[in-house]
């Protein structure tokens, strides 16, 4: 066919598609509180926290810290030990 589409025109395509199919930033962002307190729920003693930041009159995510309940408990058993290298 002997066209070639610019590289602008692929990258909005690719965004599109994108967005059609995992939906967009704004949408997931959202979703997550909800699926933060799910995992609580489901996870017994499980730890999660999220840090945002305000920007341009939009709420951003800036980190999320999450501690399964299961993993928390065996930190008791691990034995601490003392590593020197040979430097």
């Not at 610019?6 to 995992?22: D, P």
């Not at 945002?52 to 009159?57: A, D, F, P």
């Not at 601490?80 to 430097?87: E, F, K, L, R």
Request: aromatic fraction near 8%; glycine fraction near 8%.
């Amino acid at each position: 066919m002997n066209y070639t589409p610019s590289y602008k025109k692929t990258s909005l395509a690719k965004q599109t598609t994108l967005e059609m199919i995992h939906g967009n930033w704004e949408e997931s962002h959202a979703k997550l509180p909800k699926l933060l307190e799910v995992l609580k729920s489901c996870v017994p003693k499980t730890m999660v926290a999220a840090k945002t930041k305000s920007g341009g009159g939009k709420k951003m995510l800036k980190r999320v810290f999450e501690s399964f309940g299961p993993c928390i408990n065996g930190f008791a058993y691990c034995k601490p030990i003392v590593q020197i290298d040979g430097t």
